[in-house]
């Protein structure tokens, strides 16, 4: 049994875990906001890290300390019905019902719609997604291979196609980045706008079912000891948050340079689309198809796994991995052909409900093991924050026109008592608040050690 990994290994899942994260919203949404944020741009990336890049990092740790084999397990921890519910509404976010239609959407819609033509979009965009998924799917049935068809195959190519986007843009920058003029409310308060960006990407609510895949290839390298575990998770997860980090803010910073001869354009990719024209001309749309391909190609590859492995875990009496990874493929095919923009647009509101149970989760899993583990940490913490996300939830869903405007008076009873829910930063103090009451509450009550609980119960029958 192995004791730890070496520096190959740790960039071998490193390289495979930043492959897996980084898809489709994680090259349109920082370009998009670079051009929103214009000269307030490197406080919006700041606020973009810390959700897109950051929250992720530390979910992918909080699964290793956790000593949990899964979301499910590791949201049991409030209680069962919780689990159900939270694990299936953020597998089917990140899966078939948002993140992964946009995996084709994305690559169909930023580089190849212009050598399409208007009038063949639609069933171009049909053949495009059933052979993506398709190959996707090929992929899916051999799980095991993740490691080295996303780390040492995929995620290479990307880098080095986007290298040279990259290069040109920083070599030959089209503007300015100072004194660009910001936009909404990038003018004035850029860090919690570039915030809540991030919940954009899905990659925070991404972490918890990736971190699973993580540990997994850890065991499969000959490291199994938990403690061991959560180590070099812990260290694998740096090479993607460096990466991350990097690509995030040269995305967002070309841009808002993008500005001194692009208009301020509606979405990330049409932004992409432009700049590489600018650059490269027609051979700039076959270099921007590549790289957004082989971005959201890695990323489909692992969100098909991880929500057929959750499934199977969940009901196991019901189909077998094989069987589920086909039907997300079939499922997400069809939802992937309603379009781009319909997709971003309706995943908001469930984004609003899912982020800060996430984030609230996440934080607690960091710090519970070290006050003892015990449930009543997590049921606090969590009580206190779903008011806040079903508001969140619903003022977006009226916004968007979901919805009714009936919901408001819960909307504004609930904003008027939370702090900062203006800037869709509400559930930070009643995350706070029940995360201290929680700690306060496990010393007093001294109630079982969970870790030690599902260590037993994992070992005894694997969920």
Same mark, same amino acid.
């Given at each position: 049994?192995?004791?730890?990994?070496?520096?190959?290994?740790?960039?071998?899942?490193?390289?495979?875990?930043?492959?897996?994260?980084?898809?489709?919203?994680?090259?349109?949404?920082?370009?998009?906001?670079?051009? $929103?944020?214009?000269?307030?741009?490197?406080?919006?990336?700041?606020?973009?890290?810390?959700?897109?890049?950051?929250?992720?990092?530390?979910?992918?740790?909080?699964?290793?300390?956790?000593?949990?084999?899964?979301?499910?397990?590791?949201?049991?921890?409030?209680?069962?019905?919780?689990?159900?519910?939270?694990?299936?509404?953020?597998?089917?976010?990140?899966?078939?019902?948002?993140?992964?239609?946009?995996?084709?959407?994305?690559?169909?819609?930023?580089?190849?719609?212009?050598?399409?033509?208007?009038?063949?979009?639609?069933?171009?965009?049909?053949?495009?997604?059933?052979?993506?998924?398709?190959?996707?799917?090929?992929?899916?049935?051999?799980?095991?291979?993740?490691?080295?068809?996303?780390?040492?195959?995929?995620?290479?190519?990307?880098?080095?196609?986007?290298?040279?986007?990259?290069?040109?843009?920083?070599?030959?920058?089209?503007?300015?980045?100072?004194?660009?003029?910001?936009?909404?409310?990038?003018?004035?308060?850029?860090?919690?706008?570039?915030?809540?960006?991030?919940?954009?990407?899905?990659?925070?609510?991404?972490?918890?079912?990736?971190?699973?895949?993580?540990?997994?290839?850890?065991?499969?390298?000959?490291?199994?000891?938990?403690?061991?575990?959560?180590?070099?998770?812990?260290?694998?997860?740096?090479?993607?948050?460096?990466?991350?980090?990097?690509?995030?803010?040269?995305?967002?910073?070309?841009?808002?340079?993008?500005?001194?001869?692009?208009?301020?354009?509606?979405?990330?990719?049409?932004?992409?689309?432009?700049?590489?024209?600018?650059?490269?001309?027609?051979?700039?749309?076959?270099?921007?198809?590549?790289?957004?391909?082989?971005?959201?190609?890695?990323?489909?590859?692992?969100?098909?796994?991880?929500?057929?492995?959750?499934?199977?875990?969940?009901?196991?009496?019901?189909?077998?991995?094989?069987?589920?990874?086909?039907?997300?493929?079939?499922?997400?095919?069809?939802?992937?052909?309603?379009?781009?923009?319909?997709?971003?647009?309706?995943?908001?509101?469930?984004?609003?409900?899912?982020?800060?149970?996430?984030?609230?989760?996440?934080?607690?899993?960091?710090?519970?093991?070290?006050?003892?583990?015990?449930?009543?940490?997590?049921?606090?913490?969590?009580?206190?924050?779903?008011?806040?996300?079903?508001?969140?939830?619903?003022? $977006?869903?009226?916004?968007?026109?979901?919805?009714?405007?009936?919901?408001?008076?819960?909307?504004?009873?609930?904003?008027?008592?939370?702090?900062?829910?203006?800037?869709?930063?509400?559930?930070?103090?009643?995350?706070?608040?029940?995360?201290?009451?929680?700690?306060?509450?496990?010393?007093?009550?001294?109630?079982?050690?969970?870790?030690?609980?599902? $260590?037993?119960?994992?070992?005894? $029958?694997?969920?």
């Amino acid at each position: 049994m192995k004791q730890k990994l070496s520096i190959k290994d740790y960039l071998l899942i490193g390289s495979m875990l930043f492959g897996l994260f980084f898809g489709a919203g994680n090259l349109i949404f920082p370009i998009f906001m670079g051009q $929103q944020a214009g000269g307030n741009v490197w406080q919006a990336i700041f606020g973009l890290v810390s959700t897109g890049v950051v929250l992720p990092f530390l979910g992918v740790v909080a699964m290793g300390l956790s000593k949990t084999n899964g979301l499910f397990q590791l949201a049991s921890k409030v209680h069962k019905s919780f689990a159900y519910f939270f694990t299936i509404a953020l597998y089917l976010t990140i899966g078939p019902f948002f993140a992964l239609p946009r995996l084709a959407t994305v690559p169909y819609e930023v580089g190849l719609t212009t050598l399409v033509g208007d009038q063949y979009n639609t069933i171009g965009l049909a053949i495009f997604s059933i052979l993506f998924f398709a190959v996707a799917i090929f992929y899916a049935l051999r799980p095991s291979s993740i490691v080295t068809s996303v780390g040492k195959v995929l995620n290479p190519l990307f880098l080095a196609f986007l290298s040279i986007l990259f290069i040109t843009a920083f070599i030959n920058p089209i503007g300015p980045v100072q004194g660009t003029e910001a936009l909404g409310g990038y003018s004035d308060s850029a860090f919690f706008t570039g915030f809540i960006e991030g919940y954009n990407t899905m990659d925070a609510l991404a972490s918890l079912a990736f971190g699973v895949i993580v540990i997994n290839s850890i065991k499969q390298l000959g490291i199994e000891d938990p403690s061991q575990i959560a180590l070099n998770t812990l260290k694998s997860g740096v090479v993607t948050l460096a990466l991350m980090a990097v690509i995030y803010g040269a995305l967002a910073v070309m841009g808002t340079a993008s500005l001194g001869s692009i208009d301020s354009l509606e979405n990330g990719g049409l932004i992409l689309a432009a700049i590489s024209s600018h650059y490269f001309g027609n051979l700039g749309n076959i270099l921007l198809s590549v790289i957004v391909i082989l971005a959201c190609l890695k990323t489909a590859i692992g969100l098909i796994i991880a929500c057929s492995e959750m499934f199977v875990k969940m009901f196991p009496n019901t189909f077998s991995y094989n069987v589920y990874v086909f039907i997300f493929g079939v499922v997400t095919t069809l939802i992937a052909n309603v379009g781009l923009t319909a997709i971003i647009a309706y995943s908001l509101p469930v984004l609003m409900l899912l982020y800060p149970l996430a984030i609230t989760l996440i934080i607690i899993s960091l710090v519970a093991p070290f006050v003892g583990d015990r449930r009543i940490t997590y049921v606090t913490s969590i009580v206190l924050v779903i008011p806040v996300a079903i508001a969140d939830f619903l003022a $977006q869903a009226v916004e968007l026109g979901i919805i009714g405007n009936q919901v408001n008076s819960y909307v504004d009873f609930i904003y008027s008592i939370t702090p900062f829910s203006e800037i869709g930063m509400g559930w930070g103090v009643p995350a706070m608040i029940g995360t201290i009451l929680g700690i306060i509450l496990a010393f007093v009550t001294k109630g079982p050690h969970l870790g030690n609980q599902f $260590q037993k119960e994992a070992a005894a $029958q694997e969920l």
